[in-house]
């Protein structure tokens, strides 16, 4: 198995993506944030992005809830392990 930094992963693809949002936060930021503004969450979507079949998010315990909610607003299956 392979491990990369999304940095090095630009213009490249995987099966699977995991991204780790390990400070509090992180999921309002990504709810409220501007792309444009906010280099982070640009680097957040390179990463989400490169995935060809599977993604996962790891956020802190008390936010996952919350980041459920977030994505299906949006459609995106979520399953909290």
Do not use: C, S
């Not at 999304?6 to 390990?22: C, F, I, Q, W, Y």
């Not at 998010?57 to 392990?81: D, K, N």
């Amino acid at each position: 198995m392979r491990t990369n930094i999304v940095h090095e992963l630009k213009g490249d693809e995987a099966d699977a993506v995991m991204l780790m949002l390990p400070d509090d936060g992180n999921v309002q930021r990504w709810a409220e944030g501007d792309p444009a503004a906010d280099e982070l969450l640009r680097v957040w979507y390179v990463a989400i992005t490169r995935a060809r079949r599977f993604v996962a998010l790891a956020v802190p315990e008390e936010e996952a809830e919350e980041m459920a909610l977030l994505l299906t607003q949006y459609e995106v299956p979520v399953r909290i392990v």
